[in-house]
């Protein structure tokens, strides 16, 4: 869910421009996707793009680039950790001590 001037909004139905989404997807930059869609690359449920600014949604049209369906990157998920003593903030160590990782 997005927020849109306070109203949350369904991720499926906004529409954004596809290239802009490819790059969002993690395919390529902006500038290459234009260049894919234009080459003819680029599908979206099952016809072929080439012309740019096409308004596509995320979660409902089938998108696929050289044939392959796109999959959206997962979110990042970010952990706080309060570090107990004992333990030194680092993946290893030489001298043997425990590290954050060993938690």
Do not use: H, W
């Amino acid at each position: 869910m997005e927020k849109n001037n306070g109203r949350k909004l369904n991720i499926e139905q906004t529409e954004e421009r596809l290239q802009k989404l490819i790059a969002r997807f993690g395919v390529c930059s902006r500038r290459a996707a234009e260049e894919l869609i234009q080459q003819g690359r680029v599908s979206v449920n099952g016809k072929t793009v080439t012309t740019l600014g096409v308004k596509v949604r995320a979660g409902k049209d089938i998108i696929a680039v050289d044939g392959r369906l796109l999959a959206q990157k997962p979110e990042p998920i970010y952990l706080l950790l309060n570090k107990p003593s004992g333990y030194i903030c680092s993946a290893s160590d030489e001298r043997g001590r425990r590290t954050v990782l060993d938690l």
